[in-house]
């Protein structure tokens, strides 16, 4: 392994999305990431087009940069192995709530007693002292809760949708990945381990209404919630001639820019609803209906020539397969074609970031169930008559035992 995070050891008690999504980025970025899986297998393994059973398109791409161990952890067995594995470990982070982690004997006091400076992580709906600590929580749920389906409502939606992406989970599971880097900075300094808490409810409130708390960030409000610019109807991308253009016309220099290119540069001088940033939000939806009709005039190519030459932001409306096909994606070498050991010929999407001394490598593709338990177990010290006696009795599965990625 390369990257920042080399040497770091991650336990991994995360299944689905959110939990799965944090460990792969510290895992790209070079931690050694133990996906501890129970003996059916995290159950996105079954979502989506697969060649195998149990190595589905959403699992492949939540999971590279890992091993593959699996636990039954409602064993005692399960659980000593964890712990054992625990004594050696930087991180172990879960996504059940934590009644369920006390139940399996695996809560923070029981981790912190084999080691006092692991960083014990739990992602999960809500936080602890909230009426709310008890809840299930699910993608669609916080999303929810947080009040998106209904922002875009307001912003012109027929009835309240949810986004159409997990957005939740892989927000917050960002701020895991963020929290979990910060903690190893600190625990670096200080030396000292911590029990923290990444809620999902919380996480999206923040997100949500670092845009839409508007009026009511005063006490008294100064006016409503909302942020006029975003829950606009024709926020979307503009209709053409042909097609569809995503445009932003944002500041001063740009909207002088645009008046200008439609035969109209004397309103940012006449109009008083359009000479500044503050005007121009009050009156926002009659300056993005007015985009909109222009907008249908031209063609989408003869739009993003102008646009560009006018230096005012425009890209094309992707679908997701010509997204696959960008340019500029392409020119960086985002997309790579690798060749995993079950599954043949996949594409996958590369590290998003660039450093100039420890650039992170993906040499993992992610792991067929219990791929690498008796490798881990091994390392944890079990001899192999332990583990064989361990496969025997259910507590793990051994990837001779698995089949899964067999053709």
Known sequence: MSGPLEGVRIIDITTVLMGPYATQILGDLGA??????????DSVRGIGPARHEGMAGIFLHANRSKRSLVLDLKQPAGREAVLRLAASADVLIYNVRPQAMARLGLDYDAIAAV???????????????????????????????SGIPMLAQLAGSE??????S??????VGLSAANAIGAALFHRERTGLGQSIEIPMFETMAQFVLGDHMGGHTFV??????????????????YKTLDGHLCVLI?????WKAFFELIGRGEVMHNDPR???????????????RMVAEIMKTRTSSDWQA?????????????????????????????????????????????????????????????????????????????????????ARAGVTRLEADTHAGAA
């Open 32 to 41: 050694d990431v133990v996906k501890v899986e129970p003996p059916g297998g």
């Open 115 to 145: 080691n006092p400076r692991i960083l014990y992580v739990g992602v999960y709906g809500y936080g602890q002292n909230g009426p709310y600590a008890a809840k299930p929580a699910y993608d669609d749920l916080i999303q929810g809760a």
């Open 159 to 164: 009835e309240p949708r949810y986004a159409p």
């Open 166 to 171: 997990a957005m939740a989970d892989r927000i």
């Open 220 to 237: 008294p409000p100064l006016g409503p919630t909302g942020y006029a610019r975003l829950l606009n109807e024709n926020r979307k991308p």
């Open 250 to 254: 944002y500041n001063d220099k740009q």
């Open 274 to 288: 359009f000479a500044s940033i503050g005007k121009r939000t009050e009156h926002i939806h009659e300056l993005y």
């Open 306 to 390: 102008a646009l560009e030459a006018a230096d005012i932001p425009v890209m094309p409306m992707h679908t997701m397969e010509s997204l696959l096909a960008d340019p500029h994606l392409n020119a960086v070498g985002f997309f790579e074609t690798v060749d995993h050991p079950s599954e043949g010929r996949l594409r996958q999407m590369a590290v998003p970031s660039n450093w100039s001394r420890s650039q992170p490598r993906t040499p993992r593709l992610a792991p067929r169930l219990g791929e690498h338990s008796a490798q881990i177990l091994r390392e944890a010290g079990y001899a192999p008559q332990e583990i064989d006696a361990m």
